[in-house]
């Protein structure tokens, strides 16, 4: 199983921050990677796939990069809105596997 | 724009079997992989399984074998049962589109359904 390592776990920011965070796949994925964001009670939302790709309709503060086996996800400059649980996902191989998540909570 | 729509008990008890269905509305089920996640009372994500209506379906092997996902494209919907649930069960159970390309990612969610397994 590709085992996924979400740092950091939580994470405390403010309104116009940048926001970076890292995602390491214990082997590689191809790139076969997405972020989503989840906020309580509600279902995750794609933001990235194919560890770059923005996905319609999200904010273009939001950009995903890295290969190999090291990906982030940064907001440019947060907002309100974006203060939730994000969590990577790998699809490159079964099963399919997420990382633990980071809640971004408002300092 | 394609919908999906959990549906099933809310409350299952130990030894028994866990049965949700996936209602999709919007569009057709064919073209696309479905899949199952789960996610304990604060906790991550879990993946579960995935059919793809044309080929193999794929489960989690954290699940031992208790997991089957089936289809029924007459409905427009699929299922997912899993037998001898215990405690360790209980979380809210999403069902999801994947996309059909190769590393093909989570774009459309149903909103989620909390299984309690409780006697």
């Known amino acids: 199983d590709i085992q996924l390592t979400q740092s950091p776990s939580f994470l405390s920011a403010s309104v116009g921050d940048r926001v970076t965070i890292t995602c390491r796949a214990s082997?590689?994925?191809?790139?076969?990677l997405a972020w989503y964001q989840q906020k309580p009670g509600n279902a995750p939302r794609l933001l990235i796939y194919?560890?770059?790709t923005l996905q319609s309709g999200v904010p273009s503060r939001f950009s995903g990069s890295g290969s190999g086996t090291e990906f982030t996800l940064t907001i440019s400059s947060l907002q309100p809105e974006d203060f939730a649980s994000y969590y990577c996902?790998?699809?490159?191989?079964?099963?399919?596997?997420f990382g633990g998540g980071t809640k971004v909570e408002i300092k | 724009q394609m919908q999906l729509q959990e549906s099933g008990p809310g409350l299952v008890k130990p030894s028994e079997t866990l049965s949700l269905a996936c209602t999709v509305s919007?569009?057709?089920?064919?073209?696309?992989?479905w899949g199952w996640i789960r996610q304990s009372p604060g906790k991550g994500l879990e993946w579960i399984g995935l059919?793809?209506?044309?080929?193999?379906?794929y489960y989690n092997p954290s699940l031992w074998g208790r997991a089957t996902i089936s289809a029924d494209t007459s409905q427009n919907q699929f299922s997912l049962k899993l037998t001898s649930v215990t405690a360790a069960d209980t979380a809210v159970y999403y069902c999801?589109?994947?996309?059909?390309?190769?590393?093909?990612?989570?774009?459309?969610w149903g909103q989620g359904t909390l299984v309690t397994v409780s006697s």
């Open positions: 999801g589109r994947r996309t059909v390309v190769a590393g093909g990612w989570f774009d459309a």
């Open positions: 919007g569009g057709s089920i064919n073209g696309y992989h």
């Open positions: 059919i793809n209506l044309s080929g193999p379906t």
């Open positions: 082997q590689g994925t191809n790139n076969y």
């Open positions: 194919a560890a770059s």
């Open positions: 996902q790998q699809l490159y191989s079964y099963p399919l596997t």
